[in-house]
Every structure is written in structure tokens, then in C-alpha cells.
């Protein structure tokens, strides 16, 4: 069946608008902006996005930027270390090639924090290149449209979703066409409550008004007075974000600052080991004086 047509239409009209889907479209932006998307909602990206930019316009301005300066402008994101992995990746890019943000998928899979998602979505959104990109909305779209699905939760295995992919991308429209997929999933073919009466495939999908609504099990994680242990991870990372990067701050004062209480005799070992991985991740630094933002 030709997608293509019905789903293009429906983007031009209803398309969501984002600084990184510009029509002159900068490979160092879309890094920048696919790093960032990895774990992080589009609405919080959209806002940290030009902020970032501003402080690094441009890739070698990136490339010389500190731990603790790329730390600075990465507030409010989350997951500090893809920050980090980012940095790497435009060193990487400034001493291998030139600046210039490779327009192969093995050269871009060489460099840090670049795996298959972003690499391909660096092909596609940046080059235009006609690859398969599936993240979670893409996955849901094709799976439905592809055969008929029984339960909201249901998806195909990738192996089935990509040479079905491959048949649907259109010659000359690979960017757009993956944003309308994208678009589609995230406001119409939702994950949990599919709005198939205005969906632009809805003659063509044979999931329409099938699909019986389920929800999946949250996923059990760490915790740490009663809250999953990456949050306190990061309220370390931010009290010391908001001190001064480059001054140290005493490893009591800076747990207390975060938990707004003192820390107990009991929790000692669960800090000290959370202080270790921080330090090994990069994101800080400790001596006699205290902790501080890594350099």
C-alpha cells in the first residue's frame, strides 16, 4: 500500500513544531538535538536546546568545552553523562574529521555515545539519507499498520519492522517522512489510547479499531529513600551546578543540600558508592577539600 501520500498530507498540516526540524538543517544541531532526545522528553529538549546552542554554537566550540562547563549548560536534562559522551563525540568529530559530522553510518557508529538509533537518525534527519530510524513511536506505527495488532502493547520484532520500513520510505522524503511517523505515533497512535477516528491510515491499518487497551507493568528500579536512585544522582549533579562548578563543597553539605536533611549513619555506604560511580562517570571530582563539578 502507498502510505506515503495520506501521512505526508497530514504532516504538512499538523506537523509539531521544534528547533531542530529547521529547513536548512545543521548536522551538528541534529547531534545535538538526537543526544539529548535519547532519554528526555521533546517538550524539555525543545527548551534546553537553544540554550545549550547559544553557549556551544558550533561543534569546535563544543570540543573545548570542560566536564563541568558542559555539565553547567545540561541542567534540567538529566542523565549527565550523555553530556559528556556528547563532548567526546565532537572531539572526535574536530580531530578525525575536520568538524564535520561524517555522513556514514560506520564513521558516525565510531564516535561516543553514538549507537544504531542516533547514528541512523543522524543519516536521515542530517543527510536525508533514505535509512531506517525506529524509536519507540516508529516501532508502534509500523507494527499496526503492518498486521493487525490485538492489544495496545502488541509490536512486531524489529527484524520484521525493518525491511517493511524499507519499502515505505519515500526516495526523496526520507527526513519528513520519519518525522510524520514520529509525529503520528506521539498525537494519534498513541501508546496507550489510539485515536484511530482521525488517523490519517485509518482505511489502511489493519489494527483500526481492533486494538484491545492494556497497560504494561512500571519497571521496578533503585531506590533510595523511597525514590529511584538516578534522581538523587542528579540532585548531586545540580546542587553542585548551582554553587559554582569549580568550587568544592564539602560531602556532607553537599547531601544535605539535596535531601534537605542530614545524612544517617545507615546511608553512608549507598553515598559513598553513588559519590564512586559519579567520579568514575566523569561528572565529578573529589579530594580532601570536598566534591566538585569534574573539569
Not at 124 to 146: E, G, M, P
Not at 162 to 176: D, G, T, V
Amino acid at each position: 500500500m502507498d502510505y506515503s501520500r495520506s501521512l505526508l498530507r497530514w504532516y504538512r498540516k499538523n506537523s509539531r513544531d521544534f528547533p531542530w526540524r529547521t529547513a536548512d538543517t545543521d548536522p551538528y544541531v541534529v547531534l545535538v538535538s538526537e543526544t539529548m532526545l535519547q532519554q528526555t522528553q521533546t517538550s524539555r529538549v525543545a527548551e534546553a536546546l537553544p540554550r545549550f546552542l547559544a553557549v556551544f554554537p558550533t561543534i569546535q566550540d563544543l570540543a573545548r568545552a570542560s566536564n563541568a562547563d558542559v555539565i553547567r549548560q545540561w541542567q534540567g536534562m538529566g542523565y549527565n553523562s550523555r553530556a559528556l559522551r556528547l563532548r567526546d563525540a565532537a572531539r572526535s568529530i574536530v580531530e578525525l574529521h575536520g568538524g564535520v559530522v561524517p555522513c556514514e553510518m560506520g564513521l558516525l557508529r565510531a564516535l561516543p555515545g553514538v549507537g544504531p538509533y542516533t547514528s541512523a537518525a543522524i543519516m536521515c534527519f542530517a543527510f536525508n539519507k533514505r535509512v531506517v530510524v525506529l524509536d519507540v513511536n516508529v516501532r508502534r506505527v509500523y507494527s499496526r499498520i503492518l498486521a493487525r495488532q490485538k492489544t495496545t502493547l502488541d509490536l512486531e520484532l524489529d527484524e520484521t519492522l525493518i525491511p517493511f520500513a524499507e519499502q515505505l520510505i519515500p526516495a526523496r522524503n526520507a527526513s519528513a517522512w520519519h518525522h510524520a511517523v514520529m509525529d503520528l505515533g506521539a498525537t494519534i497512535c498513541t501508546a496507550r489510547a489510539p485515536k484511530c477516528g482521525v488517523c490519517p491510515l485509518a482505511e489502511q491499518c489493519p489494527s483500526h479499531d481492533m486494538l484491545i487497551p492494556m497497560t504494561r507493568p512500571r519497571r521496578t528500579e533503585p531506590t533510595f529513600r523511597g525514590e529511584p536512585q538516578r534522581i538523587w544522582r542528579g540532585r548531586f549533579i545540580e546542587v553542585l551546578r548551582k554553587i559554582d562548578g569549580r568550587s568544592y563543597t564539602s560531602i556532607s553539605k553537599l547531601f544535605t543540600l539535596a535531601a534537605g536533611s542530614p545524612l544517617q549513619r545507615s546511608e553512608h555506604e549507598w553515598y559513598q558508592q553513588t559519590l564512586q560511580r559519579l567520579t568514575s562517570d566523569g561528572l565529578i571530582v573529589g579530594t580532601s577539600k570536598g566534591v566538585r563539578l569534574a573539569d
